[in-house]
T-cell receptor, first 111, second 115 residues
């Protein structure tokens, strides 16, 4: 079945790196996504990775994909207080036209 | 370019009533999807519309319905509201839909409270 799992909470100090982890089950997913949700807001697409890639870097964001273990991670370098939000990982389940989301990881950045 | 616009932003209804939520996609986008977000169940897919046709549907009861107009704007309707329908309803648009692995852009959502 389709399932995406994330740890629920991560706390870091400002300036440190944050690593948010995600596991998924659908090996047919061709794209995997990271979304950010701030309080009272919708979802903002941060980055995505194609399943034939191992890594993608976009400014402070690095996505690592281990397809064998079905493990995805998002690294945020030099984490700022403005990065405090809920981060969702999502897969395009079997190219069905819908996204399957994890439960979201709340990132708390302490000054 | 304007983003995805959802109206209203907040809505309070009572059990048994019905509600209609509206979504205007990004200009040029022809696919609109709807998601329900609750603290208990997280984000769940409701349905997707493309060129006025429902192309994909999630596991929700028939009380949840939607439609898409020729200008790609979409509405979703929930009839006979239940307390458990209280949620943030998010609309998302893309050029042609997730079948082509496109990026999905979300609106700010409509927060529905059922009393």
């Amino acid at each position: 079945g389709e399932d995406v799992e994330q740890s629920l909470f991560l706390s870091v100090r400002e300036g440190d790196s944050s690593v948010i982890n995600c596991t998924y089950t659908d090996s047919s997913s061709t794209y995997l996504y990271w979304y950010k949700q701030e309080p009272g807001a919708g979802l903002q697409l941060l980055t995505y990775i194609f399943s034939n890639m191992d890594m993608k870097q976009d400014q402070r964001l690095t996505v690592l994909l281990n397809k064998k273990d079905k493990h995805l991670s998002l690294r945020i370098a030099d984490t700022q207080t403005g990065d405090s939000a809920i981060y969702f990982c999502a897969e395009n389940a079997g190219n069905t036209g819908k996204l399957i989301f994890g439960q979201g990881t709340t990132l708390q950045v302490k000054p | 370019k304007a983003g995805v616009t959802q109206t209203p932003r907040y809505l309070i209804k009572t059990r048994g009533q019905q509600v209609t939520l509206s979504c205007s996609p990004i200009s040029g986008h022809r696919s609109v999807s709807w998601y329900q977000q609750t603290p208990g169940q997280g984000l769940q897919f409701l349905f997707e519309y493309f060129s006025e046709t429902q192309r994909n549907k999630g596991n929700f009861p028939g009380r949840f319905s939607g439609r898409q107009f020729s200008n790609s704007r979409s509405e979703m309707n929930v009839s006979t509201l239940e307390l458990g329908d209280s949620a943030l309803y998010l609309c998302a648009s893309s050029l042609a839909g997730m079948l082509t692995n496109e990026k999905l852009f979300f609106g700010s959502g409509t927060q529905l409270s059922v009393l």
